[in-house]
């Protein structure tokens, strides 16, 4: 054939866009391959505009870009509604953060004039995000004291839309009924949401406790390995529509390099739990002999308050918990100070850090007096302890030291 009756060969810049996007070899790995992407390519027209129906009908799997999903976020959304949502009809929806996923689920179900209920001992943001851009938006929140139990059918008011809850609490640990305060909040008609992070699904299912919406910060236990930040929230078939309507919206959406991450980081999820769980537990047995500590709130240990509760509903603890010190050590605010910083400061195993879940051991002093209102913190100064999956020797022997160093700057 003449060379000007052929089609022209693509310049070079086309060859750059267009080569080896075409592979045809298929491989079977045992894990799925990562789709990065904006931009979702369709043969027709036709299949175009289904798509886009199907995205705006919420359904599973549907995409137009990748925003709506990829292959590799629809597979974390699927294996989350399976882990978390075990023998429930629940769907899952992914976002950047683990507070992300909070605000999202709770702007997707309220309303100006809605009235919420909060435990007192939620993660601090949470708090905040209710007392800032929730109260603009004209929600009310009154906070309950964690261990009310059924007695929260008392708080329940004409406008009350949901119940949040988080249990064990952030900080002070404290167990809530859940299934108690589930009972009540449906029989009233009220939604509850409930902060699953310190558990995980390998150690809590709060759908068998009868809970409406659950969220993970993925960013902890579930990637594990301190590296991203990640949120997800399950919620009950009926509440669907409107979170996947308050993700499209908000424009909520992750990366398929960070959904590959916690895909792989659930692979491992229950033996790193059980480490923690173990590691967790000596080093808070072993806190328990200190005389430098005033009590342990570890859910797992026979002294915490809500011990049997904890027994009852939850197959396993994390790694982590908080102790408080024994107030009569310090005299006044700049020496407890110094004595916290001495504890705290210089550990060779734990790091300063705000963060958990990952393979590492963290140490915080916990400031939460402006985070409490309905029970407030009448303890020791509080530390809060990530135990991660260091031997616990190491990491008893380093506490060891800070508080040797602790009792060397009270007495110095
Ligand atoms: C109990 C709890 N929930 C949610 C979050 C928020 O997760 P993220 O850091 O991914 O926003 C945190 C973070 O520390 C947390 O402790």
């Known amino acids: 054939m003449p060379m000007a009756d052929r089609d022209p060969a693509p310049a070079p810049a086309t060859r750059l866009a267009e080569a080896g996007r075409h592979l045809e ?13 904006s931009t979702v390519l369709f043969d027709t027209l036709a299949q175009a505009e289904a798509a886009g129906e199907a995205v705006g009908k919420a359904e599973r799997h549907a995409t137009t870009y990748g925003t709506a999903g990829t292959p590799t ?9 399976e882990v978390e949502g075990a023998g429930h009809e629940v769907r899952a929806a992914l976002m950047p953060s683990g507070l992300a996923a909070i605000t ?3 702007l997707a179900v309220l309303e100006p004039g809605d009235h919420i209920l909060v435990a007192d001992s939620a993660y601090g943001p949470t708090r905040i995000f209710c007392d800032g851009m929730l109260a603009r938006l004209g929600v009310k929140t009154t906070y309950y004291d964690p261990t009310i139990g059924a007695g929260i059918d008392a708080l329940i008011r004409p406008g009350t839309k949901l119940v949040w809850l988080e249990s064990p609490g952030s900080y002070t640990f404290e167990v809530q009924d859940v299934p108690a305060i589930c009972t009540v909040a449906r029989e009233r008609g009220v939604l509850t949401m409930i902060d699953n992070t310190w558990a995980s699904p390998v150690f809590a299912r709060p759908f068998d406790w009868g809970v409406d919406v659950s969220v993970l910060a993925l960013t902890k236990y579930w990637s594990g390995h301190s590296d991203l930040l990640m949120g997800s929230a399950v919620v009950r078939e009926p509440l669907w529509p409107k979170l996947w309507s308050a993700v499209r919206q908000l424009g909520q959406c992750v990366s398929g390099d960070d959904a590959y991450l916690v895909l792989r980081g659930l692979r491992t999820a229950d033996v790193r739990m059980q480490r923690h769980q173990e590691n967790g537990l000596a080093v808070a047995h072993w806190l328990q002999r200190r005389e430098e500590v005033e009590s342990v709130l570890h859910p797992a240990l026979f002294s915490h308050p809500q011990h049997a509760l904890w027994r009852r509903d939850f197959s396993g603890a994390s790694g ?7 107030p009569s050590l310090f005299a006044g605010d700049a020496r407890k100070r110094a004595a916290i910083a001495a504890l705290c400061e210089h550990r060779r195993h734990f790091g300063i850090g705000y963060s958990w879940g990952g393979f590492e051991s963290l140490i915080m002093p916990g400031r939460i007096e402006h985070l409490r209102s309905a029970r407030p913190w009448t303890g020791g100064p509080l530390i809060r302890l990530h135990v991660g999956l260091e031997n616990p020797d190491d990491l008893i022997a380093d506490l060891q030291a800070g508080f040797e160093t602790m009792q060397h700057a009270l007495t110095s």
Request: without cysteine; negative net charge; aromatic residues 6%.
């Open 25 to 37: 070899v298929s491989v079977n790995t045992a894990n799925l391959p990562v789709h990065r992407a």
């Open 73 to 81: 976020t629809m597979a974390l959304m699927d294996a989350l509604a």
């Open 104 to 106: 999202t689920v709770l």
């Open 320 to 326: 982590l918990f908080s102790f408080s010190l024994e």
